[in-house]
């Protein structure tokens, strides 16, 4: 099982910055991904970006050039920074990770941190 306890989020006014963090434990030693997806009311949850323990970061076309994902993998922790900020980012933002163990991938979300923007 792997934990993941998210901490940053919280009211910023348009054009703002915030920065998102999620601290992994448990059995972090085979995960891959880790990321962000956010889900704001109404609408499906989504894609904001990843990163893998090897590879390049993805990000939602809506958030390029605006946020940056990190890692350190030493701390077992993701980032978001999240710059320019606008009110369609007002949404939920969960923290997420994916490990495989013998051919068989788990998927693990946090609780969520509520980002709003105002504008």
């Known amino acids: 099982q792997v934990q993941l306890v998210e901490s940053g989020g919280g009211l910023v006014q348009s054009g703002g910055s915030l920065r998102l963090s999620c601290a992994a434990s448990?059995?972090?030693?085979?995960?891959?991904?880790m990321g962000w997806y956010r889900q704001a009311p109404g609408k499906q949850r989504e894609l904001v970006a990843v990163?893998?323990?090897?590879?390049?970061?993805n990000y939602a076309d809506s958030v390029k050039g605006r946020f940056t994902i990190s890692r350190d993998n030493a701390k077992n922790t993701v980032y978001l920074q999240m710059n320019s900020l606008k009110p369609e980012d007002t949404a939920v933002y969960y923290c997420?990770?994916?490990?495989?163990?013998?051919?068989?991938?788990?998927?693990?979300w946090g609780q969520g941190t509520q980002v709003t923007v105002s504008s």
């Open positions: 990163i893998t323990s090897g590879g390049g970061p």
């Open positions: 997420y990770a994916d490990r495989a163990t013998w051919g068989i991938s788990y998927n693990y």
């Open positions: 448990g059995s972090i030693f085979s995960i891959n991904t």
